[in-house]
């Protein structure tokens, strides 16, 4: 997977994307019971920081943990993910934004292959609160992590647009390049 395998597009904006597009947050796409944010707070956090408990058929709900985050490298402890205030301090980003993935093909796509988009684990990060609501819908040219993070950063963004086929713009592609330096 390389940057110049990826197809280049002018940038355009559809008007008519939504996130219900997407189909309903955090789904139980691998059949484990429990639904993707789950799964990615279980993942990302640090080995053995993760209190869980039992919910429905999910044998890891993450009730506490702590988490380092990629895109600010502090370090995120919560001792109730139940409270409000405390799950929005952790949550799990979309590394290639949904409303980048829709103007960059995905508005072509089924309803159940955005689904899929949406909940795949190669997608998700568990990242700090505040810099998710930073990036937003940015893509690589609007929003950058720290600088000791950017080449992971393109090097996954760009595997999950050869992954998925989206297309970039020129000006994603130079940011991405820019980014690959620090590697």
């Known amino acids: 997977m390389s940057l110049d395998g990826l197809v280049v597009e002018p940038r355009h904006n559809p008007v008519d994307y939504e996130r219900a597009a997407f189909g309903t947050s955090w789904s139980d796409t691998d059949g484990n019971g429990c639904n993707q944010r789950d799964d990615v707070l279980l993942r990302d956090a640090v080995p053995g920081s993760t209190k869980v408990g039992q919910q429905g058929g999910c044998a890891h709900d993450v009730?506490?943990?702590?988490?380092?985050?990629?895109?600010?490298?502090?370090t995120l402890t919560f001792d109730d993910l139940k409270d409000l205030h405390q799950a929005q301090g952790v949550q799990i980003d979309h590394v290639v934004p949904l409303a980048e993935a829709w103007a960059s093909g995905a508005d072509q796509w089924t309803p159940e292959r955005r689904r899929q988009f949406a909940n795949d684990l190669d997608e998700l990060l568990a990242v700090d609160g505040h810099a998710n609501m930073s990036k937003g819908d940015g893509d690589?040219?609007?929003?950058?992590?720290?600088?000791d993070y950017q080449c992971l950063y393109a090097t996954r963004w760009i595997a999950v647009k050869t992954t998925w086929k989206l297309a970039i713009d020129l000006s994603?592609?130079?940011?991405?390049?820019?980014?690959?330096?620090?590697c």
């Open 172 to 182: 994603e592609k130079e940011a991405l390049a820019q980014m690959l330096t620090y």
């Open 140 to 147: 690589s040219a609007a929003w950058r992590p720290r600088k």
């Open 63 to 74: 009730l506490a943990g702590t988490w380092h985050d990629p895109y600010t490298g502090a």
